[in-house]
């Protein structure tokens, strides 16, 4: 028990201590007021010791980051100021951490149920207080040192000496005294004086920039940085005066030159260069220090002293420019190319080898002796990417890279396939016109054709596509050839021709029947290529009062960059014609002038009104395309986009975009059914006409000549039914009442200009997720956002258990696999470097469901069967995507299944150690590390594992909230979470077996009342400190350890997992079938907190008890089922939150 004694005699210590400092702080600051004058006083600054003086103010001006004077030489008086360094209150200090000590030790012997965590709080607060007062008497420190420099700068411009007989080094101070009291005027005229007056000016300012203190910091702008430049302008001046240096200029000081740019900010390299004339003939010797640099593998600094001296023809591309593609450096790269174009070219052909099927990315890599790759960076997609990038920014013919334009071509070529068999928008000539255009004579897009086709469960069509392309036999997947040999029988039969036309027959009566088509014949539809032809056009369009539908078409990319796009075709509609305008024959066969006054006529006529839908999509296309029409487009006057009319119109009444004109049922049963698939236009037209447009051909190839005759008419009804909804709309706001400026143009956010508003579209864009791109949904839709069947089958009727479930993710939910993996799922996570086909892979193997989102889903639930793949909302985070897949699959996750699993190998069976035995197994593996030479630095160096089970985990001493369940994107590494309590105790990783076993350890899961002596402490404690306010709160809280929540919480855990009986290998501390025990990545003070240990026995992993359990417990309480004493377990954490 703390009698009352200790209490006396802790209150008259921190009593003592105070009333001394005070007492010395008074005492020394009456001191420095006298200046010196009570010289006789041995307690007073200038009866103390000089030299040692002005070794304690060199040492804490090191600390404090100032630049040592070594000895001062101005005549200027400076009282010493360093008296929180006096040798008696070091000594009180000293006394009083001794007496702390001593009164720990006494506290613990007299009180033994005082717990280990009060002490080590307590200790902490020590701490916490002595470095506040250390940090005050820094900041008093930097305060005085700030009053000594203008001390001495003021006494440098009162003194009158005459410095042609300055050392470099006596100018230098001067000027960085100057300097650092930020009188740059002052510093300026004396660097001029110091040019003038100095027998080599060159070698001088080498001397200063490489003095200076700020040289090798980030800072933009320096002392170096203001030596340079107030030399440039004082040559700038002796040249205008016609004078110049009378000194040479040494190659010696043109490397020093070029050291001290490498050295200091990249904004110094270009005035080095300048003044010391670095760049031009007669500077090949700097060529060795740029291998010299390669040498010791500095690519960075390399390159950019190559880019700055101009020296790229003096080295081979790959050896200074492939290490830092590999290191994902590009941008620099790209600057040493800047305006050499065959290094341009050379690049672009470098890539575009690594894109070649039969490259071996992994065994390059592995090969290179390039440090810090960023493997991420190097897969196909990226690259092809890069390509595409750079041949357009440098106007490179594509031709460069035939690898890069066949993976383009697969990806639109997929993206084809997609649309025609998920979403169905693509007819059967547009589609192989679209496949040929993509594979072309590629044999290996041939044979990816194939395969794709086989993927979608059409044999017939693989059959077709693999006798067109004469696609050997043996290259064929299972089953092509005997769909081929079928059919040849029919094609020998003479069958095939009867059912083909009938299909057609009723695919045409289908498509009447449930599409909107085109009032006109095709004789009113006039496609217009020649002079002669625009002018005819004209002489229709410009009669006034006439209102025309304007739209384009152009050809599509699929992503494709490599493909320049310009608009094909121009469709203005009137009444009763059509005129479609041949973009590509006009601008042949006729002039420019008359081109562009045709336009310019159309759009800027006042007669003439222009109806269009995201018309400024297209006028943005046309003036890409061609230019010579950009003045005419931006003079446009009276233009109606329709899509802002549909706008209005929804805000006024919403009604009034709902078809209701008398038709039947029957009549409208085509367009009901299509009403959830159309978008934009169609969709405003099935509103406004009772069905929709046909989307068949809008991805044509709209290029190629002569147009087929559903391109005719698609193209015509896409301008002609504008004036069909025109009239729709002008006649229900007529019959409304209701007064809507058509020709208003549309309203932004205040504030919000039209750049800025696509700046910020595009970033909300790029989070939405990385699935196929929908047609955008209009305002006025009524269209639900939801994906339509996007789920696997129906979800399961009856609960399972988590382990009951098993799923691999793809490499786009790895943060949602391992907070599934939490809940206790059997869950398989995809690395970065795997492929999406190998998730259908894993599942056909094993049996799994497959779990991913956005456009992999459509290949990947080809390749497994119905029911076992789901796509999750890409957009949503990862917490509510474990909560879609466990309602999907009605998993009923109780207190027992989280953590059940280990979070690092997805294993479930653990191996129980207690503490006395990991202890032992820490020193043997200490000794083993010992045996075979590796230091402490370099475990640190290499990280806590060793072998290949330990890899995954080596990344463990990172810092972590311990957090897994945050809603991240999920990094590529698979870390194990590592609790930390409120005090920033370790506590270990996430899993925590057993919340009885370690209740005698506070802040570790379980309840522990605290006893009334550590109360008692506390008060004596906080009387003691003197704290105040907020210092008392936070104070009471780390000595706690936790708050009243903590300590109401009553949670066990019995986990679902399986427990072993083996033992550890002492000999090679392994585990089960000689698996590492990852022991060294646990920290020395858990292993004598912790009672006991839980080992994985796949990957060696060890786990311990945490606070992070409550942490997903609290998160995933609205799961949670288990019934205990009458409440759910998610109520019980409610309350305890």
């Known amino acids: 028990m703390i009698t009352l004694v200790h209490m006396c005699y802790i209150i008259l210590r921190d009593t003592l201590i105070n009333l ?9 600051k009456r001191a420095l007021c006298t200046g010196g004058d ?22 804490q001006d090191a600390n404090l980051g100032i630049k040592g004077t070594q000895a001062w030489r101005l005549p200027v008086e400076v009282p010493d100021k360093d008296w929180l360094q006096d040798s008696a209150a070091e000594e009180n200090r000293t006394s009083n951490e001794k007496t702390d000590v001593k009164f720990t030790e006494e506290l613990f012997k007299s009180n033994p149920e005082v717990s280990t965590t009060f002490l080590v709080n307590l200790e902490r607060t020590k701490e916490e207080n002595k470095k ?37 080094r006596e100018w230098y101070e001067d000027i960085d005294v100057l300097w650092a009291n930020k009188w740059f005027n002052r510093s300026s005229e004396l660097l001029q004086e110091g040019f003038v007056m100095v027998s080599n000016p060159y070698c001088f300012t080498l001397y200063l920039m490489e003095e200076s203190r700020g040289l090798r910091t980030a800072k933009s702008y320096s002392l170096a940085n203001h030596v340079i430049t107030e030399f440039e302008n004082w040559l700038r001046r002796q040249s205008t005066m016609g004078r110049s240096p009378q000194c040479e200029m040494t190659p ?28 031009g003939p007669g500077n090949e010797f700097l060529t060795k220090h740029v291998e010299i640099l390669l040498h010791k593998q500095q690519y960075k600094e390399a390159i950019h002293c190559a880019t700055k001296l101009q020296l790229q023809k003096f080295f081979i591309f790959e050896e200074i420019a492939v290490p830092l593609i590999l290191q994902d450096k590009v941008n620099m790269v790209e600057s040493y190319i800047q305006g050499h174009r065959d290094l341009q070219i050379a690049m672009v052909q470098m890539i575009d080898s690594w894109c070649a099927q039969d490259f071996r990315m992994d065994d390059y890599v592995s090969e290179s002796t390039v440090p810090y790759i960023k493997r991420e960076k190097l897969k196909r997609r990226h690259l092809t990417k890069l390509a595409a990038r750079l041949i357009k ?21 997929k993206f084809i396939l997609y649309k025609n068999y998920i979403q169905g928008g693509l007819g059967t000539d547009n589609l192989d016109e679209l496949i040929q255009q993509s594979v072309g004579d590629s044999p290996y897009l041939h044979e990816q054709l194939v395969d794709l086709l086989v993927g979608y469960n059409d044999m017939e069509a693989a059959a077709q596509w693999a006798r067109r392309c004469n696609i050997p036999s043996e290259r064929l997947p299972p089953g092509v050839a005997q769909a081929m040999e079928r059919l040849a029988e029919q094609t020998a039969a003479g069958s095939s021709g009867g059912v083909g036309e009938e299909s057609w027959e009723e695919e045409v009566e289908d498509v009447e029947s449930r599409y909107h088509q085109m009032p006109l014949h095709m004789e009113f539809i006039e496609l217009v290529g020649t002079e002669k032809g625009l002018d005819s056009c004209a002489l229709r369009l410009l009669q006034p009062g006439t209102i025309v539908g304007l739209d384009a078409e152009w050809r599509p990319s699929f992503g494709n960059t490599l493909i320049t796009q310009r608009v094909s075709i121009v469709q203005l509609a009137i009444k009763d014609k059509v005129y479609i305008l041949d973009m590509i024959s006009l601008v042949q066969n006729t002039e420019m002038g008359r081109l562009q006054h045709f336009f310019s006529s159309l759009l800027v006529s006042q007669d003439v009104i222009i109806l269009g839908y995201g018309i400024d999509g297209d006028f943005q296309m046309l003036g890409r395309s061609y230019p010579f029409l950009r003045e005419a487009l931006s003079k446009r006057r009276r233009v109606i986009d329709l899509s802002h009319v549909a706008t209005r119109v929804h805000k006024a009444n919403p009604a009034l975009l709902t078809f209701s004109a008398g038709d039947t049922t029957d009549d409208l049963a085509g367009g009901a059914s299509a009403k959830s698939d159309a978008h934009g236009l169609s969709q405003l037209v099935q509103q406004c006409l009772g069905l929709p447009l046909a989307k068949t051909e809008q991805l044509s190839d709209w290029e190629r000549r002569p147009l087929r005759k559903a391109q005719l008419l698609y193209a015509s009804l896409d301008a002609y039914c504008l004036l069909e909804v025109y009239d729709v709309l002008t006649r229900r706001i007529k019959d409304a009442g209701i007064d809507i400026d058509f020709e208003a143009p549309a309203t932004s956010k205040k504030g919000t200009s039209s750049g800025d508003k696509g700046k910020k579209d595009k970033k909300k864009k790029k989070g939405d997720g990385k699935g196929p791109r929908k047609p955008p949904s209009a305002p006025w839709s009524n269209t639900g956002s939801a994906r339509s069947g996007s789920s696997p089958g129906k979800p399961a009727s009856t609960p399972i258990c988590p382990g009951e479930l098993a799923v691999v993710c793809d490499t786009m939910l790895q943060g949602m696999g391992r907070q599934l993996r939490c809940c206790g799922v059997d869950v398989r996570i995809l690395e970065n470097t795997d492929d999406h086909d190998r998730a259908a892979e894993i599942a056909r193997a094993e049996k799994r469901i497959i779990l991913t989102c956005g456009m992999p889903y459509q290949t990947l639930r ?41 979070q690092v190998c997805n294993g479930n069976r653990y191996l129980r150690i207690p503490a006395q035995e990991m202890q032992r197994a820490s020193h043997r593996k200490q000794a083993l590390l010992r045996e075979r030479g590796i230091s402490e630095g370099e475990r640190a160096e290499c990280g806590p594992g060793s072998s290949d089970a330990n890899s995954a985990g080596a990344h463990l001493n990172e810092r972590n909230d311990g957090n897994v369940l945050k809603d991240s994107d999920g990094g590529a590494d698979v870390k194990a979470p590592v609790s930390r309590n409120k005090g920033g105790q370790d506590n270990g990783s996430s899993f925590p077996p057993s919340a009885a076993q370690v209740a005698g350890n506070q802040g570790l899961l379980g ?14 404690i906080r009387g003691s400190l003197n704290l105040e306010g907020a210092k008392e709160e936070e104070f009471a809280t780390s000595l706690d350890g936790g708050s009243d929540g ?20 002492m000999e090679s501390v392994t585990i089960g079938t000689g698996v590492p025990l990852q022991i060294d990545v646990v920290p020395p003070g858990i292993l004598t907190k912790v009672s006991e240990f839980f080992c994985c026995e796949t990957c060696g992993k060890v786990f311990w008890e945490g606070r992070h359990f409550e942490r997903v417990i609290s998160q995933f309480a609205d799961v949670l089922s288990d019934i205990e004493e009458g409440k759910a377990v998610g109520t019980v954490y409610s309350t305890t939150e």
């Open 20 to 28: 001394t400092e005070s007492w010395w702080l008074k005492r020394n």
């Open 38 to 59: 009570n010289s006789t006083n041995e307690d007073t600054v200038e009866g103390r010791d000089q030299e040692g003086t002005k070794e304690g103010e060199n040492l």
């Open 132 to 168: 506040e007062k250390e940090e005050e008497r820094m900041a008093e420190r930097k305060d005085e040192v700030a009053r000594e420099l203008v001390q001495r700068g003021e006494a440098i411009l009162k003194m009158k000496v005459n410095r042609r007989n300055y050392t470099w």
């Open 252 to 279: 010696h000081m043109k490397l020093q030159a070029v050291k001290i740019g490498m050295v200091g900010h990249a904004n110094l390299f270009d005035p080095l260069c300048r003044v010391f004339h670095l760049v």
């Open 393 to 413: 920014q440098y106007s490179l013919p594509p031709e460069l890279c035939p690898n890069v334009n066949i993976h383009r071509n697969l990806g639109g070529l």
């Open 862 to 902: 080809s390749q497994v069967g119905e029911g076992r793949c789901l796509c999750l909302d890409s957009g949503a985070g990862p917490r509510d995507q474990v909560l879609q897949v466990l309602q999907h699959f009605n998993v009923k996750v109780t207190q027992r299944d989280i953590f059940s699993r280990c």
């Open 1007 to 1020: 309840t522990k009342e605290v006893d009334p002596t550590s109360k008692r402490i506390v008060g004596q």
């Open 1046 to 1065: 903590d300590e109401e919480s009553a949670l066990s855990y019995n986990p679902t997992c399986f427990y072993s009986e083996g033992k550890i290998n």
